[in-house]
């Protein structure tokens, strides 16, 4: 049963968390840290290793499709843009109007979640920002500064074929995981520039900027899972996550519970098809971290990203096992009914 709550599912101590350095996430580490094992070895410098196994579901022609899904994400940079889109190769001139009156902040929520879903988010939710998720500095050590006018996130979340993540780790399910990165700058971009045509202005995010997870808990959209990833009711963790920041006027929505912590304490199922070891079989969560790029002063059952990153490479592309094994997952979510009658 889904319950809507005042406060956010997680247990902060307040006196360890401070706003997280993206240059600790293992990108930020495999960029700028000396120290790390996997400095400087990007997810594809073992391609040709990977593709010589001739393993079923690791082609060329699949790793091809990977690499196509991922141009729009990587590429098309102005989906990211925090100013009005302007190009000097459009033909048409977009008109620049006065700003829209709010007067119902309700209306305009129920509005703009119907827009982003029309853009192609899955599931939409309004928080007001909690600037403890905001990154301090970004990936190039750039210190961020998100302006006090805004005042709230759209988080959205972008479901992703369970039948195609259901081959995890192989190309197919990382051709998946880009597709929906590709769809999530759509979706920003196009709903951002809505914003930004009522005369309101918008940040739009994927990874970057600040941490998705804690945001989409308190936009309540899911919970958080063993598995170090959020939760939904309705699609489990088989979803990528992106937000806007916007100094228009709207209503929040209330996190929710649905037993997603209790269970995690028994399942375990994550962390048994995970093949590097790197999620946590303590039946309760704590504040220990397993490596850098964990976050301190949050109480869960923390991932070890390290040894996640470094079977990403041996695999020549991401993993989605502990997505798949996840009786959340739509696929196995019978199972999972079935266990609680
Ligand atoms: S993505 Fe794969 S390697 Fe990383 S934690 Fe999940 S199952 Fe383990
Ligand atoms: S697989 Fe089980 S333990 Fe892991 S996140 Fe899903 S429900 Fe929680």
Redesign the pocket.
Known sequence: MIQEVDSPPYIIDINNLKRFDERKTVFGRMLHDEKAEYYRTGMYDEIEKVLSGNQKGYSRIEFAKVMGAWAVYDYFHKAFSWEKLNDANSIMNKPTLGKYPISDRAFMNKKIKGIAKKYGASLVGVTKINHSWIYSKDINGKTIEIPEEFRFAIVMAIRMDPTAINTSPTFTACAETAIAYSRIAFCIGCTAEFIRSLGYKAIPMGNDTALSIPLAIDAGLGEL???GLL?TPKYG?CVRLCKIFTDMSLTTDKPIVFG?NK??KK????AEACRANAIQVKEEPSFDIACPSNNPGIFRWTVNQNKCYKFWIENGGECSN?IA????FPINKRIKDTDEQ
């Not at 399942?267 to 994550?270: D, L, R, Y």
């Open positions: 899972g063993r598995n939760i963790p997603v269970y995690c399942c375990k199922k994550c502990c094994a996840c009786p959340y």
